[in-house]
């Protein structure tokens, strides 16, 4: 089912149209609304009325998350708090996190571009949707829930978490669709089974899986263990949370909602556009948001675009699965980890030194693991064990207050972890995905 035949299959010289009359309005509407952006205009020594069509775009300049961070909390808001009705954050390269707002009509944006992944996914109106992505200030929860209420599914508000009260849920009301990460998708199916259910006559028929990256493999396991097709969802808060792209049965690429969130994909060194299904950074403009509009926003993402149409009949560009980061971000749990943040973490804490090292490992079906090794400078490994436990046990708590992940710290000598010449190596990633 498509559930905006008008805008998901609209014919590709029309939707450019839409899109340059989108461009037009936005770029008058943030210079107009949005100091920060005014200046950044200025600087570019470019006028919102030199932008005419949607080729223009690249006459703009591009917005980092380091636009976010400096202008934090509300530098690029284009609209009055008091038309903002929900917040959300994300994780910050180091101490701020990211804020993204919402006005009433960027929330009947995201539920409308979250109907439409589940609609793309296979959803029906009349489905239940077993809703696993954590609800708070992730966009993962209450995103699927606006696009499930939207199309008129039956949501069920699971969150994360607690398995065995997800697996019962799944027993007694037979949802069809289950939304969560795809890691939590296996570790899910251990536990069934270690509770006597065979995952295999599980109800869930379509999976809406993403947050995190994962492998054709991963799908494949997923897809034979539980018996249902496993489909790929991608989206940041930035943007607008999840809703960005969503991958149809045919599982040849995420549609790009591109009369909404227009991509291009760019040498993230050069800044400029790469060939047609070249790998790139993933770049996206927001066409209608109202509350933070972003302009070119870099994702660090790294994509292929293919602009083809596809089978299923919609003619929105389809985007790889995400094939890794320009930065060295990593995702945990669904959980985005900077190791900035955790440098940011022990340069407040006496004792430690800024040399460290994040190991990330994954055992078959369990969730992931984090270890964070932190080196103490000498005098405070001379120290009593107690001394060393206690330093311990508040580094643990300030990444968990940070971060929002529990590690493992383990304490080692000075200058045990290894130096580089260059960029230091501050993540291991054992994870087999
Ligand atoms: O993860 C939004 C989301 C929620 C997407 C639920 C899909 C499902 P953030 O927390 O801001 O937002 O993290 C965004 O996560 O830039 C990617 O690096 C990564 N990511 C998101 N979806 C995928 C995916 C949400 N399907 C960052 N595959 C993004 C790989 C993904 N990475």
Known sequence: MIWNEKYECMPVNELKQVQSERLKKLAAYIYTNCSVYKDKFDKAGIKPDAIR????????PFTTKIDMRDNYPYGLFCKDQK?????????????????????RDDIKLWSEVMARCMACAGAEPGDTIQNAYGYGLFTGGLGAHYGGLEMGLRVIPMSSGQTQRQLKIMQDFKPKIISCTPSYALYMAEEAREMGIDPKKGSWKIGVFGAEPWSEKMRNEIEATWNMLATDIYGLSEIIGPGVAQECPNKNGLHIFSDVFYPEIIDPDSGEAVAEGQDGELVITTLTKQAIPLIRYRTRDIVSINYEKCKCGRTSPRISKIKGRTDDMIVVRGINVFPSQIEHVLLGIKGTEPHYQIIVDRQQHQLDEVEVLVEVNSKMFSDEVKQLEE???????????????????????????????????????????
Do not use: F, W
Not at 53 to 60: A, F, G, R
Not at 92 to 98: E, H, M, Q, R, V
Not at 410 to 429: F, N, Q, Y
């Open 391 to 433: 330093l311990k046990r508040k580094i643990k708590k300030e990444i968990s207050a940070v971060l929002s992940i529990s590690a493992k710290v383990t304490l080692v000598e000075p200058k045990t972890i290894e130096r580089s010449m260059g960029k230091a190596k501050r993540v291991i990633d054992k994870r087999q995905m």
């Open 83 to 103: 038309e903002v009705i929900e917040i959300h954050v994300s994780s910050g390269t180091t101490g701020n996190p990211t804020l993204v707002g919402y006005t």
């Open 53 to 60: 069509s949607i080729d223009d775009i690249k006459k703009l």
